[in-house]
């Protein structure tokens, strides 16, 4: 069968913490065996946003399929830098080797290794999020209040279930309301999130119709409430799921103070007082499932 595309390159950090650099020198020998006339090219990272500039580096020339050899975060850098290469005919695609891998676990319907042999691409809409016109796309999620505070504190505190527990009850009880305007008016929510697939943070389903292909996307939201009630909503989407939740096109809003959002795992913070935007794209992000 003709591949879609003309090479693979693997991305990966030879410094993390997991099996990244393994993992990449596996899938580059099964296909060695399986689809020998593929050419493969392991590319390590070598400092923070690198993947980033890789992707679109790769991007521009020929059809190639970038493969983040990571969590929803590294991949996060792939998506983005082939996205902002412009008119490209390059794949994406992630072989989980993180500590969160809620797109592969959810978008995923078989061994990547499998679905690179077949050589069949499919598309998948992306979140943009645009800020002063300054753009970040996503593959899963954005979110604002509770989502990036325990982000920031796992960079912190460690990863690893019992130090990932700790932290996240840590990081909930410093956790302080967050306030935007919408539409004009001030609202203040506990936790906001565009998601893009039905579940994140490994275990959390916060939108049940959810599909990364429908060209819409589900805003989750929290307004504040009493710390007990924001706690039990997260255990209601931990153990029995959310349930549907408003699907849209385009939210807009303005922040009031500075701010932390995460996308697709990684943070970054949000000035005060500035206009942001987050609207889908439809069927952008060409890949292998």
Same mark, same amino acid.
């Given at each position: 069968?003709?591949?879609?595309?003309?090479? =693979?390159?693997?991305?990966?950090?030879?410094?993390?913490?997991?099996?990244?650099?393994?993992?990449?020198?596996?899938?580059?020998?099964?296909?060695?065996?399986?689809?020998?006339?593929?050419?493969?090219?392991?590319? *390590?990272?070598?400092? &923070?946003?690198?993947?980033?500039?890789? $992707?679109?580096?790769?991007?521009?020339?020929?059809?190639?399929?970038?493969?983040?050899?990571?969590?929803?975060?590294?991949?996060?850098?792939?998506?983005?830098?082939?996205?902002?290469?412009?008119?490209?005919?390059?794949?994406? $695609?992630?072989?989980?080797?993180?500590?969160?891998?809620?797109?592969? !676990?959810?978008?995923?319907?078989?061994?990547?290794?499998? &679905?690179?042999?077949?050589?069949?691409?499919?598309?998948?809409?992306?979140?943009?999020?645009? =800020?002063?016109?300054?753009?970040? +796309? &996503?593959?899963? +999620?954005?979110?604002?209040?509770?989502?990036?505070?325990? &982000?920031?504190?796992?960079?912190?505190?460690?990863?690893?279930?019992?130090?990932?527990?700790?932290?996240?009850?840590?990081?909930?009880?410093?956790?302080?309301?967050?306030?935007?305007?919408?539409?004009?008016?001030?609202?203040?929510?506990?936790?906001?999130?565009?998601?893009?697939?039905?579940?994140?943070?490994?275990?959390?389903?916060?939108?049940?119709?959810? !599909?990364?292909?429908?060209?819409?996307?589900?805003?989750?939201?929290?307004?504040?409430?009493?710390?007990?009630?924001?706690?039990?909503?997260?255990?209601?989407?931990?153990?029995?799921?959310?349930? *549907?939740?408003?699907?849209?096109?385009? +939210?807009?809003?303005?922040?009031?103070?500075?701010? *932390?959002?995460?996308?697709?795992?990684?943070?970054?913070?949000?000035?005060?007082?500035?206009? $942001? !935007?987050?609207?889908?794209?439809?069927?952008?992000?060409?890949?292998?499932?």
């Amino acid at each position: 069968m003709a591949h879609a595309f003309d090479r =693979v390159v693997v991305v990966f950090n030879p410094n993390s913490t997991g099996d990244a650099q393994e993992r990449a020198e596996e899938l580059k020998s099964g296909l060695a065996d399986r689809a020998a006339h593929l050419p493969v090219d392991l590319r *390590p990272t070598e400092h &923070a946003g690198h993947a980033r500039e890789i $992707a679109r580096e790769e991007a521009v020339s020929g059809s190639p399929l970038i493969v983040s050899v990571s969590g929803d975060g590294g991949y996060n850098e792939v998506v983005d830098g082939v996205l902002k290469a412009g008119e490209t005919t390059a794949s994406a $695609a992630v072989l989980a080797a993180g500590n969160a891998n809620d797109h592969r !676990r959810v978008v995923g319907r078989r061994p990547l290794l499998d &679905a690179i042999v077949d050589g069949t691409t499919s598309t998948l809409d992306v979140l943009r999020l645009t =800020v002063d016109g300054e753009v970040r +796309y &996503a593959h899963s +999620y954005i979110g604002l209040g509770i989502t990036p505070v325990v &982000a920031l504190e796992l960079e912190q505190g460690g990863k690893g279930s019992l130090k990932e527990v700790v932290t996240t009850i840590r990081a909930f009880s410093r956790f302080h309301p967050f306030a935007i305007e919408v539409d004009g008016r001030r609202e203040t929510f506990d936790s906001l999130v565009f998601a893009n697939i039905a579940e994140m943070a490994k275990f959390a389903t916060v939108a049940e119709d959810a !599909r990364p292909d429908d060209g819409v996307f589900e805003v989750v939201l929290v307004k504040h409430h009493s710390k007990l009630r924001t706690a039990l909503t997260a255990a209601k989407a931990a153990l029995r799921g959310l349930g *549907p939740q408003p699907s849209v096109r385009e +939210y807009a809003f303005r922040t009031i103070d500075p701010m *932390p959002a995460q996308i697709d795992g990684e943070v970054l913070e949000l000035e005060a007082a500035v206009e $942001a !935007r987050v609207d889908i794209v439809p069927g952008a992000l060409s890949t292998v499932r």
